[in-house]
């Protein structure tokens, strides 16, 4: 299933392959050497550069207010903002790292992370700051560490999750129970056979095909413990490929799955021609504005998992090796990421503290009656035991080709075992190419 994305702050952004080219360039730059982590322990003062990705035009009174309380508690220091556009972001990082231009601070995801930290470039925050590790949730904190490398390279910063919304009219009509959903694949795949039979395959369960993160919350692994090969093919990939391929063939998926966008999914659901769709927690405004009938059949619940581990999205904030001040740019970032500043950041959208502990608190806990609210809890309630299933060293290549395979085999033109032994082929080359 797709991986939800946040109308307000960027989804899951994805690694372009010229970052880890253009990190290439840079194998003689500043910071490819041993990190000194003692001058990130030092007297926190002077300039340093902030960079994020594609909020000034949302946040900006969030980041000046956070940026003038940083420095009234640090003085002379000064804290210079930089805001990029979302298309793009990873050429532009690319670019700085080759040309050592790099800001001190930089927004990033695990996958933005992994060629950066393999050039030196990025601070490892075991080593210049192990003081902070334990403030944060265990599973955020290893979502920046890199396999076949020691260490952590980002704070975790904000943290997303997507509930799965379902049609309870479809469902109670097709003879299942509207409130009791699918919780694990096994549930899934009964449920949306059921429900193709039952409305003689006028209603699809979903309108998506699986991907990583589905093979993740499915059991299987995804990589070996090293770093250094795919292994999504092992017969726990192939065994979920083939439940996908029954589903197809019964109906169970729409019509136009192998093609379609999350978008056009989304607009599937939001017609009531499939039952269920991953979503964000502003997507209930949406559904009561553009589709009451469905707006008032609408059930709430985690995407199916048989891990008992729920996916976690996650940004974080790197400091950059080859900046020459590192102790203000490790206060910074983790100023940025501290309790009280992510609580903020939450309630100005529709994103999670990665901080231990937050999640605890009344406006992630307590019901009030509101649509927003009610997504809100039990999105926090799934973050608690979540963890990032998309391999850091997964990049846009070697995602569209398991989407290819995907779609290869629920056409039947490959086996599943087929299919998805030459994905891990290709994909291990690439990875091998860097």
């Avoid at 990583?212 to 979920?240: C, H, I, K, Q, S």
């Avoid at 926090?380 to 290549?397: F, R």
């Amino acid at each position: 299933m797709r991986s939800p994305s946040s109308p307000r702050i960027p989804p899951s952004r994805r690694t372009a392959a010229a970052l880890a080219c253009g990190l290439l360039l840079s194998a003689c730059a500043p910071g490819t050497e041993e990190v000194d982590t003692r001058s990130a322990r030092g007297e926190v003062r002077g300039t340093i550069t902030f960079q994020t990705w594609n909020l000034r035009a949302t946040f900006q009174d969030y980041f000046r207010r956070l940026i003038a309380d940083f420095e009234r508690k640090y003085p002379g220091t000064r804290v210079k903002w930089i805001d990029q556009p979302a298309e793009g972001y990873a050429d532009k990082i690319s670019a700085d790292a080759a040309g050592g231009t790099l800001p001190d601070v930089v927004n990033v995801s695990p996958d933005l992370v992994a060629p950066l930290a393999k050039a030196r470039l990025a601070v490892d925050l075991d080593s210049a700051a192990p003081q902070h590790r334990d403030t944060y949730l265990p599973a955020a904190w290893r979502s920046h560490r890199i396999p076949g490398m020691r260490g952590t390279y980002a704070y975790p910063w904000y943290l997303n999750t997507g509930p799965m919304f379902y049609n309870k009219r479809l469902f109670e009509e097709n003879g299942l129970d509207p409130d009791d959903p699918p919780r694990t694949y096994s549930e899934l795949f009964e449920d949306a056979l059921t429900l193709a039979r039952n409305s003689d395959g006028r209603t699809a369960t979903l309108a998506n095909t699986p991907t990583v993160e589905d093979f993740g919350r499915y059991g299987v692994r995804l990589m070996n413990r090293e770093g250094t090969a795919f292994t999504f093919d092992e017969p726990r990939g192939v065994e979920l490929l083939k439940r996908y391929k029954e589903l197809y063939e019964a109906g169970a998926l729409d019509s136009q799955v192998l093609t379609a966008t999350p978008e056009q999914a989304g607009r599937k659901f939001l017609q009531q021609s499939v039952a269920m769709n991953p979503g964000s927690a502003l997507d209930l405004a949406k559904f009561k504005k553009d589709a009451p009938s469905l707006y008032r059949n609408i059930g709430i619940t985690d995407a199916p998992d048989n891990t008992g581990r729920p996916n976690m999205y996650v940004q974080g904030l790197m400091v950059n090796a080859a900046g020459g001040n590192k102790a203000t740019a490790v206060a910074f970032a983790h100023f940025v990421t501290n309790a009280r500043n992510q609580m903020d950041f939450a309630h100005e959208t529709a994103v999670f503290p990665s901080t231990r502990g937050a999640l605890d608190h009344p406006y992630f806990t307590r019901q009030d009656g509101t649509d927003e609210t009610r997504v809100r809890v039990a999105a926090a309630k799934s973050l608690e035991n979540a963890v990032n299933y998309t391999p850091v060293l997964l990049s846009d290549d070697m995602k569209t080709v398991l989407q290819n395979t995907v779609a290869r085999a629920l056409r039947g033109d490959a086996t599943p075992e087929e299919a998805l032994r030459g994905a891990a082929e290709e994909c291990n080359r690439l990875l091998r190419i860097g």
